[in-house]
């Protein structure tokens, strides 16, 4: 199993900057691919940016040039800096992680989400 912690959600004016931490703990063969995913009210969920253990990066079209996505293997720690913030990126963003155990079965874990509103 694998839990994920996430912190670093808020309130940010337009324009502004937030960083969302996602630390992961538990016991798993492999954690593959982490990343971000967020929920806006009655919206379905979407993604965000993710990262794979490489280095590989992927972003949704409308974060690209503003949001950054970065890990920590060793911590087994993803990151998401996101600068320029818009009032559409309100939303609850959620860490996410496709781990792999011993015998290579996937397993995929959400955190418990982490509000960000911006709001002048």
């Known amino acids: 199993q694998v839990h994920l912690m996430e912190s670093g959600g808020g309130l940010v004016q337009p324009g502004g900057s937030l960083r969302l931490s996602c630390a992961a703990s538990g016991v798993i063969a492999r954690i593959e691919t982490m990343g971000w995913y967020r929920q806006a009210p009655g919206k379905q969920r979407d993604l965000v940016a993710t990262v794979t253990s490489g280095g590989k990066t992927d972003y949704a079209d409308s974060v690209k040039g503003r949001f950054t996505i970065s890990r920590d293997n060793f911590k087994s720690a993803v990151f998401l800096q996101m600068n320029s913030l818009k009032p559409e990126d309100t939303a609850v963003y959620y860490c996410?992680?496709?781990?792999?155990?011993?015998?290579?079965?996937?397993?995929?874990?959400w955190g418990q989400g982490t509000q960000v509103t911006v709001s002048s």
């Open positions: 996410n992680a496709l781990a792999f155990d011993m015998g290579e079965q996937p397993y995929t874990f």
